[in-house]
């Protein structure tokens, strides 16, 4: 457990994840506007371990790195008009959950942050651990900023990645 923020270790999890997953992919599709998943999952994570950093008490932060790049992991575009993407935004959770595992081994606090990540949208899941608490809180922000800020958003972390 860290109080620390390292934008190092953040970046060296970030390559980890996209080395041993489809992560990049997720570019390819739209969230929130003009934000496309990937840049929206890594603001994600990149706020939520600096905020985590903030409050001075301990995280798991490369746990909580990892839940938050994977909390939005499916590939198709929910925004499209798609009969089959009804109920899309209390559903995509598991998606994601089921997609991650495929793929990488999880922690139970990586899953816990994935599948909690809507609440209370999905009001059976809340967030069992601090790290899934503060993801489920920077994604509910990361969402109103891409919507309102429909040009370019986190230009310091587009350029990253």
């Known amino acids: 457990m860290a109080k620390r923020w390292d934008p190092q270790k953040f970046w060296g999890c970030y390559e980890e994840v996209t080395e041993r997953s489809n992560l990049r992919a997720m570019a390819g599709y739209p969230q929130h ?19 985590a950093a903030m409050l001075g008490i301990a995280f798991h932060m490369r746990e909580m790195a990892r839940g938050a790049l994977l909390h939005d992991y499916f590939f198709y575009d929910a925004q499209d008009g798609d009969p089959a993407h009804k109920g899309h935004w209390s559903r995509h959770p598991e998606i994601a959950w089921r997609n991650a595992r495929q793929e990488l081994e999880l922690t139970g606090r990586e899953e816990d942050i994935i599948r ?16 899934g608490a503060v ?26 990645l």
Do not use: I, W
């Open 33 to 51: 506007g003009n934000t496309c998943r990937l840049l929206h999952s890594v603001a994600v994570a990149y706020y939520s371990c600096r905020l």
């Open 116 to 131: 909690s990540h809507m609440f209370p949208v999905t009001l059976r899941r809340p967030p069992r651990c601090r790290e």
């Open 135 to 160: 993801v489920t809180l920077v994604d509910k922000g990361c969402s109103v900023y891409e919507f309102f800020k429909r040009k370019r958003p986190y230009p310091q972390l587009a350029s990253r």
